[in-house]
């Protein structure tokens, strides 16, 4: 099923059933974002009182939109406190149950890597900016290729990793812009991987 499909689905069940809308809220948001409705996320967060890992994503992506720095580090935050919530419930034999909220962790800290490096990044790309610019793409590919390294190797769990960052990079990506050519590397270099897990 297409990510276009899935929204028309999920509009036509809470057209049937709008008391529905809480259930559904994290599945409505997040293929929203995933298309690159940002209207209808928009839309979506403001009508709903959820708490959940999608909508609180959703707003942290939201932000990052936007560009404002305080935004941005508040949404952070707050996802934080969402997210980590199942963990805390979960007490400390409870990690098998609580991978999905640390997966979600995990995705909120690289949207701050990726905020963080896109907003260092020079518009110029002569004399110091290209420097500055390679060190900025060198970092964040260690870090990111490590961070995926650290996951479990299945479709289920790196799919939403990369999905996020493509997200990430296309919110104030341009055309041919390095940082967008290098995740984009990065996913390519996986795919081979995830393919033969899911076998």
């Known amino acids: 099923m297409s990510l276009d499909t899935l929204r028309t689905h999920v509009k036509g069940v809470l057209t049937r059933n709008p008391d529905w809308e809480s259930a ?6 997040e293929s929203a974002w995933m298309v690159g409705a ?6 979506l967060v403001g009508q709903t009182k959820a708490q959940s890992a999608s909508v609180a994503m959703a707003r942290v992506l939201l932000a990052m939109r936007s560009g404002e720095e305080s935004a941005i580090m508040d949404t952070l935050s707050v996802a934080r406190s969402v997210l980590g919530l199942p963990i805390t419930a979960s007490g400390a034999k409870g990690y098998r149950r609580s991978y999905d909220a640390v997966l979600d962790l995990h995705l909120t ?3 701050e890597i990726i905020h963080n490096a896109m907003t260092k ?5 002569q004399g110091t900016g290209q420097r500055i610019r390679r060190d900025i793409l060198n970092d964040m590919s260690k870090s990111l290729s490590s961070r995926l390294e650290s996951s479990l190797p299945t479709l289920r769990t790196r799919e939403p990793i990369l999905s996020m960052r ?4 296309a919110l104030r990506s341009v055309k041919k812009n390095p940082l967008s050519t290098c995740m984009y590397l990065m996913v390519a270099s996986v795919v081979p991987v995830m393919h ?3 076998k």
């Open 24 to 29: 559904l809220a994290g599945f409505s948001v």
């Open 38 to 43: 940002w209207e209808d996320v928009e839309k």
């Open 109 to 111: 800290h690289e949207l």
């Open 121 to 125: 990044f020079p518009t110029h790309s």
């Open 166 to 169: 493509r997200t990430a990079f």
């Open 196 to 198: 033969s897990q899911a």
